[in-house]
């Protein structure tokens, strides 16, 4: 089954396909045919190339080289091994500036300054202060290293597009795609002198962040910025004023291809937790900073903007706006902050509606029914079950204060201590919650997200039936409702998110913080993070000229070889031989459409050495997970006899076994990994693995949890149901939670799980990929 999100096809130039002297413009409703998809482009904002003076060129005509640099040129680290070394220092191990120089003392040597940072030249955006400590640096000059950043080439967006699947579905994936944005350009596209410029719609975040405990409880609210086009009060005014001009004139800008493009500016979605956003919008606490919601009666579905010319008397009265408080964006062209304040999926629905709703009802509910001390017996064994998971290949053993990771197992956990009604009301919340963080979105997933939506309103009624709570009208739950709307406006909302700036706050804030003198400590961070920008911005350029490729030092990798009947025994399998031959007859014969039926008295036997290994490491496209560039993510699958000194460790696994899309999960089946490992026969090397085979107990999935049950296979004789296979067939990682029914359980080892329960649930909530799957 392939993975919802998939790669689409790169178009050069974006819909330009031929020019005159003043260079091409599409026509409105140019198709692009990308393989699955389809793209029309903005009749008027199409990123044409020009030159440094804003007049047009032939779009075919090839950059300028990006410098004239030589590769030998390390400027001003010397060579390569002084640079790395400054990025070890003050980047990696973020070594302080004293001791830098006590360790260059220590070493009687001149492999580097620390003012070697400060002279370099590239990513160079000096802070600024005005007012009491409220420090900035010119966003103007901070896009302007983001758009001359070569690791964007082919990773930024020179038009407006919006995406279409081949049955003329609409399609919602970057901000560049959604309604706002070609919106945007509709106005901009007004004033003739924009005519084909490219479209930069600044992003901004901010999130107040604590550090130094012992000292205090210092705060920061730190302010980021970045640009829609890359595949996330009143000083606010302040500092964007540089920006203001080419927000209808153009800027001519230099882009990572090294073309110049006229470019026009705006200010575009807010990513902010509520609190924030009650700031912004000059709201009272309590009512939703984009509609007209009352703040009594938010359960109900209000998708109604905010509207204008009302008295202060009305707003106050009646919405409960704070009249003569003016957002900062009011002298700002095109720009109304009540429509780019976006709900939030950290803050407002995974921490807010998750956690400090529907999880405390739970226990809300349980201490009300049952009695405190009943109550604590019931929460005491649901811990058991967290802790008795076995640890999945996507991520490691949770504690109670991660939400993200709750989720994905809290479902099972909480069956058969609750009425169904409330099992049902997570099912349909996790659902809704699954489907709005995947990286791309069509139409079909509105409406399955709207379906989501509708079934948690009905089912949470159970928490008021039983007088656990009396309202509903709480405004991180009423966000939900605006989802669709927002999601057509930007595109998928995965990439603004506050989980973005809040992993922001470690390195810009907190590291910096740490590494600091704590005396006059908000100077010193500033200068770390212009040290870490510059690092960053020479990083780049070298890793562009070809002068990073490969390492300082190899590592060397240790195999550890066994014999086949040593790795039998080992597993317990004395019949291994036979089962590693059946596997070589399948490999020679998988292009015969009539492959000859296995015979062990015929077949090839091999009693050779294996290479064994303890994990298989799968890169894969999956941009809904938290992933790296171009949207790939790594995971590793585990088969190791000690699992950080303690019992062993055996993931399980999606195959690939088929194609029939009519049975389980599109063909995939369900196996725990028993061991990987390697041999050579002939002239062919197979990596491959062990694997024990589940089952399926329901011909669907479980009416009330709405996920897949499975159970160890085993053969006539009783012996497990074993086979190997090719490392190639392994789609993703599993994750299995046991059926623990209205049972209590022991302690148990989490490395236990999955060989003392019967049955367990495919858990689809481990990660956005096997939501897709399962």
């Known amino acids: 089954m392939p993975p919802r999100e998939h790669s689409p096809t790169q178009v050069e130039n974006w819909g330009i396909d031929k020019q005159d002297d003043a260079g091409f413009v599409p026509e409105e409703g140019t198709w692009v045919d990308m393989g699955h998809l389809f793209q029309t482009f903005h009749p008027h904002m199409t990123g044409c190339k020009c030159d440094v003076n804003s007049t047009f060129i032939n779009q075919d005509v090839p950059p300028l080289p990006r410098t004239n640099a030589p590769s030998t040129d390390w400027m001003p680290y010397n060579d390569r091994v002084k640079f790395k ?4 220092l003050f980047k990696c191990n973020q070594m302080s500036a004293k001791q830098i120089n006590t360790l260059l003392d220590l070493w009687a040597a001149t492999l580097i300054k620390h003012n070697t940072i400060d002279a370099t030249p590239l990513g160079d955006v ?39 699947t081949s049955n003329n579905k609409q399609y919602w994936k970057y901000l560049m795609s959604g309604d706002w944005a070609w919106n945007q350009a509709d106005l901009i596209a007004k004033n003739q002198e924009t005519y084909g410029s490219t479209f930069v719609p600044l992003i901004i975040g901010s999130d107040k962040t604590v550090v130094s405990v012992a000292t ?25 004023e540089s920006v203001k001009p080419f927000m209808e004139t153009p800027d001519v800008m230099h882009f990572p291809d090294c073309h110049f493009r006229r470019t026009v500016y705006g200010l575009g979605p ?51 706006i704070i009249g003569d408080l003016v957002p900062f964006t009011n002298d700002y062209p095109r720009v109304d902050i009540h429509e780019l304040l976006l709900p939030d999926l950290l803050h407002q629905i995974i921490k807010g509606t998750f956690k400090d709703h529907l999880v405390d009802w739970v226990e809300n509910y349980l201490n009300i029914t049952h009695g405190a001390r009943c109550a604590a017996k019931i929460m005491d064994d649901i811990d058991r079950r967290y802790v008795s998971y076995c640890i999945f290949a996507g991520f490691q053993q949770w504690t109670g204060d991660d939400s ?50 509708d079934h948690f309103h009905k089912y949470q009624e159970i928490f008021k039936a039983t007088g656990t709570v009396t309202t509903f009208s709480l405004p991180r739950q009423h966000s939900l409702c605006h989802y669709i709307l927002l999601i057509r406006l930007f595109g998928a909302p995965n990439g603004l998110c506050s989980s973005i700036t809040e992993s922001k706050h470690i390195k810009a804030v907190k590291e910096p913080w740490h590494h600091s003198s704590r005396f006059k400590a908000l100077g010193q961070m500033l200068l770390t993070n212009q040290h870490l920008d510059k690092l960053a911005a020479a990083c780049m350029d070298f890793e562009a000229r070809g002068m990073l490729h490969g390492s300082c030092l190899s590592e060397a990798l240790q195999e550890l070889q066994r014999y086949v009947c040593t790795l039998g025994v080992e597993l317990n399998l004395l019949h291994f031989p036979l089962i590693i031959q059946e596997f070589i007859h399948d490999q020679q014969h998988l292009d015969n459409p009539n ?121 006539d004789d009783d012996t497990p149901d074993v086979s190997i296979i090719h490392v190639d067939s392994i ?30 649930y495919v858990n689809k909530y481990a990660d956005h990929h096997s939501f897709e799957i399962a």
């Open 216 to 240: 205090g409880q210092i705060e920061y609210r730190p302010l980021y910025l970045s640009i829609g086009n890359i595949h996330n009060s009143r000083s606010l005014a302040k500092i964007f």
């Open 126 to 164: 000096p802070w600024k202060m005005f007012s009491y400590d409220v420090w900035y640096r010119d966003p103007l000059q901070i896009v302007h290293n983001m758009l001359v950043n070569p690791a964007f080439d082919r990773g930024i967006k020179y038009s407006l597009y919006h995406d279409y």
């Open 404 to 453: 993200k990771a709750l989720m994905k197992v809290y479902l099972a956990a909480i069956e058969g201590h609750v009425p169904q009604d409330m099992v049902c009301t997570f099912g349909a919340f996790l659902d809704f919650c699954y489907i709005v963080q995947c990286k791309a979105l069509t139409e079909t997933d509105l409406v399955q997200i709207q379906d989501a939506l």
């Open 731 to 760: 789609f993703h990682a599993a994750h299995l939670i046991p059926v623990y029914g209205s049972d209590f359980i022991p302690i148990i080892s989490l490395h236990d799980s999955y060989d003392m329960f019967n049955s367990y």
């Open 595 to 715: 492959p000859p039926k296995y015979d062990p008295m015929t077949a090839q036997l091999f009693l050779g050495k294996l290479t064994i290994f303890n994990s298989a490491a799968a890169l894969f496209y999956a941009p809904s997970n938290l992933s790296g560039t171009g949207g790939m993510h790594q995971e590793h699958i585990r088969a190791t006899p000690s699992w950080h000194g303690g019992p062993r460790r055996n993931d399980c696994i999606f195959a690939n076994v088929g194609t029939n899309l009519d049975s389980h999960m599109g063909g995939l089946a369900v196996a725990r990994v028993l061991c990987f490992f390697s041999f050579s026969n002939r002239t062919s090397h197979y990596p491959c693995t062990i694997v024990h085979w589940y089952s399926h107990v329901l011909k669907g999935r479980n009416p009330d949890t709405g996920v897949y049950i499975v159970t160890p296979t085993t053969n």
């Open 85 to 88: 070394t400054a990025e070890f």
């Open 270 to 320: 807010y990513i902010a937790d509520y609190p924030e956003q009650v700031l912004l919008s000059g709201i009272v606490q309590n009512w939703c900073p984009r509609c007209l919601a009352n703040s009594k009666d938010l359960d109900g579905v209000h998708t109604e903007l905010l509207i204008e010319q009302l008295t202060y008397k009305q707003v106050w009265q009646e919405y409960s």
